[in-house]
């Protein structure tokens, strides 16, 4: 018999989400991964914010590809980062955007005020 | 008369909000819902028990319960916080009504609650505490007679 010693705790969801960025023309790339609720998305806010702030870009492109879980947080986290670039004329995109994220962005008319794309290729084309 | 049912208390911390839909879910799970109806029950219930945290007890650490019921096809779930309350329930439930717009909310979690659920009940007082109870019904009999 085969045992499995792995840590469980991304099965039963009490994941983080990971982030990670690249820059590429201007634009702050992001991957968000795992489930953006309230007691994560503080965390994710902080940490683009901050990569934001420092490094003086210009959009924000956030990749939702990896997201298993978003709650209407979700929607003030996006809007937030729409605040953000918006002032300083930049632009806020969105990648990758699934079934049940689309279904809670649609009751926010976010798709208003952001750029969804298929990918980060896609992206850049349109920069 | 109840076929299955169950309670659960926890504190009121944000580390919570997965845990708590987690474990609606796996109790819902014996309704052998789609994988749709599940990721419908996990965002409703994560909505309700945030609510708790930073509206009805705005960060203290104080208990909520959540409570579930299979009455024939139906879910009920029931989530109870004893913190501040809602003074105009009417103005809560609106789409992008938010009392705390410095903390990033976007005033759509009655109105996910009630999307992705059958029905959405807010009962609250204020100083005495809030409780929704959210109703999901399901096509298929959830138990062999
Ligand atoms: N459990 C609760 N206790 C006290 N107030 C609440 C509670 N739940 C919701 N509210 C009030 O209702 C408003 C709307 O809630 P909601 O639609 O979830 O939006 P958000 O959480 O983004 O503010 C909240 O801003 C808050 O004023
Ligand atoms: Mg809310």
Redesign the pocket.
């Known amino acids: 018999m085969l045992i499995e010693n792995k840590k469980t705790s991304n099965k039963i969801g009490g994941k983080e989400v990971n982030i990670k960025f690249n820059n590429q023309k201007n634009t702050l790339f992001v991957d968000l991964n795992g489930e953006l609720d309230h007691h994560n998305a503080k965390r994710i806010r902080e940490k683009i914010d901050s990569e934001f702030d420092e490094n003086g870009y210009k959009n924000i492109s956030i990749n939702l590809k990896g997201l298993n879980f978003m709650d209407?947080s979700g929607i003030?986290l996006i809007m937030g980062r729409y605040k953000l670039v918006n002032e300083l004329g930049g632009r806020l995109f969105l990648t990758n955007v699934n079934f049940r994220v689309n279904k809670i962005l649609d009751m926010s008319g976010i798709h208003k005020l952001v750029d969804i794309y298929e990918n980060n290729e896609d992206v850049l084309k349109h920069l | 008369m109840k076929d299955n049912t169950m309670k659960l208390e926890i504190p009121s911390k944000s580390q919570n909000e997965a845990f708590a839909r987690v474990v609606v879910a796996s109790f819902a799970a014996q309704l052998d819902p789609t994988i749709e109806e599940i990721a419908d029950i996990k965002t409703a219930v994560s909505?309700a028990v945030?609510?708790?945290i930073?509206?009805?007890y705005e960060s203290k650490i104080e208990k909520i319960i959540i409570e579930c019921n299979i009455i024939d096809n139906r879910l009920e779930i029931i989530i109870e916080?004893f913190?501040?309350?809602?003074s105009n329930i009417q103005a809560?439930r609106e789409p992008f009504?938010?009392?705390?717009p410095e903390l990033e909310?976007?005033?759509?979690?009655?109105?996910v609650m009630e999307t992705f659920m059958d029905s959405l009940e807010i009962c609250?007082e204020e100083n005495k505490g809030?409780k929704i109870k959210m109703v999901k019904e399901f096509n298929k009999p959830s138990f062999e007679e």
């Open positions: 209407s003030g | 909505e945030t609510n708790a930073i509206h009805g916080d913190g501040v309350g809602i809560a009504y938010t009392s705390r909310r976007s005033g759509m979690g009655f109105t609250s809030t």
